[in-house]
């Protein structure tokens, strides 16, 4: 044991054993985890903050698989792991542990954490980290599982942790003697609640920033970015983290791209970071490589048997792209034969069904797209697509030959595929159905408009999105072309730098619709 004064004056970083454990963690070798930490929690020669870490990350596998498998069973587990974790931390420093309760229900925790001359106690600095990663697990299992007061608790308590280390971090006298891979941690908590309350929709802004969170976008990514130099054992989550929010959220995919292969060079088997990259390729349009990417991240899942099969789910969704539904629906069917967790079903049924259908296998649609309604969660967009179009296939008795045109339209743009676009396209307007009262040519017409505003013929795409808007009375079934059409338009003057068309064309977009297919993304966006 050191004495106080001894640990003010040194600091020892994280061990390279402690890394490598981490990095074990997110190739998802998960025994290699366990028989670390194991080994560091019964080697004398690891400092007594190493072995806590140790425990943490022990705790961490046991959680990312509970995230990653839905599984009430490993959830249970690794928020028992977690609470271990915690009480070993506080116990650790008698310092900490004396204070710990009268602090906990108070708003800063820096006087666990300074003198009164702003020397910070560095072993408390290390406690206090361990515990503000301990509390966002914690948070992030309970709200997985709908515990949501208890989750929103522990979120708090998180924040105000890594709040309290980040204001001591700059009062500290002695900062200098803090471990970049400490500060690394920190940055990855700083940077992860930074971006993501910063997504908070306007009207709860309030409300979350009364109970004590902020947001702030560049802010957060910056600390992300700074967490991943740093190199400390959450440098691979923040690095999954930028790769994620590069590709969906800023949209600069050659930038995800080099953040990918970044990462596969420090994580060969990386399964995450091989799934998420299978994402980026196929938003990317680059389908094979998708491909491809998918099955390295299914080869690399190991134990994990729900990330094999949710690959399996993506590479179908591939294939489905690219308008071979015979090939889709044989990893569709694995899918749904093997995967029981509620993430992804109801829009794979609805998938699988739609690719029966057009494989003129009909009664093997009916049975996938009745199924698709129990599947569907509330408030999750995609879901609320599928259980939508599930019901309208069954009110119909069917796809329509203008429906099965759209869908190949649609592959074709979400792949990137713009010349297999046009022809999709000008096939799909043989099959509009005059009968109906226009909803068929309004939806004809959003896609046009789609396809032009890809292949820069603005003109064409303008003329097919004022279309869309003066049928806009018409359209009962697909509302969700109203708003998008007015966001697509609205991206053509921007383009044109028409800004103020533009700015007005998005604002009527988020303020005069509602509750429409995909409104989170567009909302977003």
Known sequence: KHTPSTIRKTMTTQSPALLQCSNMLYNLEFAAVEERAQLIATDDSFSTNDKLYASLLAAERMALRGLITESQVDMQSALKLLKECKHATVAALPSVKENWFKSKLGTDYQKLLLSKTNEMDLDAYHTCTILSLVYTWQALLLLRTASYVPGALKLRTSWKLFESLARANEKAVNKSSIAPTLISDLEFGLGAFHFFVSLVPPSFKNIVELVGFKG?????????????????????????????????????????????????????????????????????????????????????????????????????????????????????????????????????????????????????????????????????????HAARKAKLYMANNGLSKFEIAIVLVVNALEGHDFPRAQIAIESASEFVDQSKPAEDLAVFKYYAGKVAKETGDYDTAISCFKSVMEMKAHVKSEIFILPYTLAEHGEVMRKLNRLDEAKKMWKSAKKDYSNYDFDKPLLRK
């Open 216 to 384: 702030h976008r560049a802010q957060g990514k910056e600390e992300l970015e700074r967490s991943v130099a740093g190199g400390g054992c959450h440098a691979p989550i923040s690095l999954l983290l930028l790769i994620w929010l590069e590709t969906f959220f800023y949209k600069e995919r050659d930038l995800a791209e080099q953040l990918y292969h970044r990462a596969t060079e420090q994580f060969s088997q990386g399964s995450l970071f091989h799934y998420l990259g299978g994402y980026l390729s196929r938003l990317r349009g680059e389908i094979d490589v998708a491909h491809g990417r998918f099955r390295l991240a299914q080869t690399g899942a190991g134990e994990l048997r729900e990330l094999q099969w949710m690959c399996s789910y993506e590479i179908g969704w591939c294939y489905y792209m690219q308008s071979d539904f015979q090939s889709a629906i044989p990893h569709y069917e694995a899918f749904m034969a093997d995967f029981k967790a509620p993430s992804f079903r109801a829009y794979a049924a609805y998938q699988l069904g739609y690719s029966y259908a057009i494989t003129n296998r009909p009664e093997d649609a009916l049975h996938s797209l009745q199924s698709v309604p129990d599947f569907a969660r509330k408030h999750y967009s995609f879901d609320m």
